[in-house]
T-cell receptor, first 114, second 110 residues
């Protein structure tokens, strides 16, 4: 089945510490991969995307992600988080045989503590 | 530039009442359109998507339906709401892979 799995539902971290949010995808989805961020009661905003080329992708707000084909992972990282990074983060991919179907992981709530 | 409009922002409806949520996109043509529902602690669930006028794919059997009467209009409907239909509904569009989201509708069924 097509799936995107986010391994952590909540990640608490102190301000200025590094963070990694994990995402694994099934082999039945495409390798068009995305990370979105959602602030409370708002829509989703694109952080970064991997379509092809370099496996290290840099996005907005200092985030980056690395595409790892052998481990079917696309983990999101930030070397030093801020209070304002507190939000919900979603990993997403298109179905491999159907690029009209965009599926999301379950989401990870990043809680940055002072 | 492209924009997406979704309304209303909040809605409180009694059980058994009908529902109609509308989403329109401006500044692009023939986009893929999506309806998602976000329930507390359950992530983002794809409900329907459409790759063209009148073409609707349903992902989850449920009490809802979707229609695409025009190229840039996507409507989510129900004839009779259930308590379990409460949640945060998001409309999105995509073209050339990247997706853009509306601000969402908070639906509370009472």
């Amino acid at each position: 089945a097509q799936s995107v799995t986010q391994l952590d539902s909540q990640v608490p971290v102190f301000e200025e510490a590094p963070v990694e949010l994990r995402c694994n995808y099934s082999s039945s989805v495409s390798v068009y991969l995305f990370w979105y961020v959602q602030y409370p009661n708002q829509g989703l905003q694109l952080l970064l995307k991997y379509l092809s080329g370099s496996t290290l992708v840099k996005g907005i707000n200092g985030f980056e992600a690395e595409f790892n084909k052998s481990q079917t992972s696309f983990h999101l990282r930030k070397p030093s988080v801020h209070i304002s990074d507190t939000a919900e983060y979603f990993c997403a991919a298109y179905g491999s045989s159907n690029t009209g179907k965009l599926i999301f992981g379950q989401g990870t709530t990043l809680q940055v503590k002072p | 530039s492209q924009t997406i409009h979704q309304w209303p922002a909040t809605l409180v409806q009694p059980v058994g009442s009908p529902l109609s949520l509308e989403c329109t996109v401006e500044g692009t043509s023939n986009p893929n359109l999506y309806w998602y529902r976000q329930a507390a602690g359950r992530g983002l669930q794809l409900l329907f998507y459409s790759v063209g006028i009148g073409q609707i794919s349903s992902e989850v059997p449920q009490n809802l339906s979707a229609s695409r009467p025009q190229d840039r209009q996507f409507i989510l409907s129900s004839k009779k709401l259930l308590l379990s239909d409460s949640g945060f509904y998001l409309c999105a569009w995509s073209k050339v892979l990247e997706a853009f989201f509306g601000q969402g509708t908070r639906l509370t069924v009472v």
